[in-house]
């Protein structure tokens, strides 16, 4: 069983930045894959960027690629989602989520085994 709870969401303007955490409880968090998700009102949960178990591979989608990095430290049992230059469109609930190994990029988040509560992010014009 792995608890994942999120944090650093809020209220910034367009062209800010915030950084997204998520702590795991599991010992076995290193062997997890992990992404984020964001779901804004009306749309499909959509796979934003993820790291591999290794931290070795990253995805992101093309929307927030060299915007956002994503990143984490297994050491911690935590997974970042830095971003910068935000834009209006950013604005939904972000969910971190994790997966077992192997490394894949999977968007479906039915494929996911965990996820943690969500947190806001809203990005004012």
């Known amino acids: 069983q792995v608890q994942l709870v999120e944090s650093g969401g809020g209220l910034v303007q367009a062209g800010g930045s915030l950084r997204l955490s998520c702590a795991a409880s599991?010992?076995?968090?290193?062997?997890?894959?992990m992404g984020w998700f964001r779901q804004a009102p009306g749309k499909e949960r959509e796979l934003v960027a993820a790291?591999?178990?290794?931290?070795?591979?990253?995805y992101y989608v093309d929307s927030v690629k060299g915007r956002f990095t994503i990143s984490r430290d297994n050491a911690k049992s935590t997974v970042y989602l830095q971003m910068n230059s935000l834009k209006p469109e950013d604005t939904g609930v972000y969910y971190c989520?994790?997966?077992?190994?192997?490394?894949?990029?999977?968007?479906?988040?039915?494929?996911?085994?965990?996820w943690g509560q969500g947190t806001q992010v809203t990005v004012s014009s």
């Open positions: 599991a010992r076995t968090f290193s062997t997890y894959n």
């Open positions: 790291v591999s178990w290794r931290g070795t591979s990253t």
């Open positions: 989520a994790a997966r077992p190994r192997p490394w894949a990029v999977v968007a479906d988040p039915s494929a996911y085994n965990y």
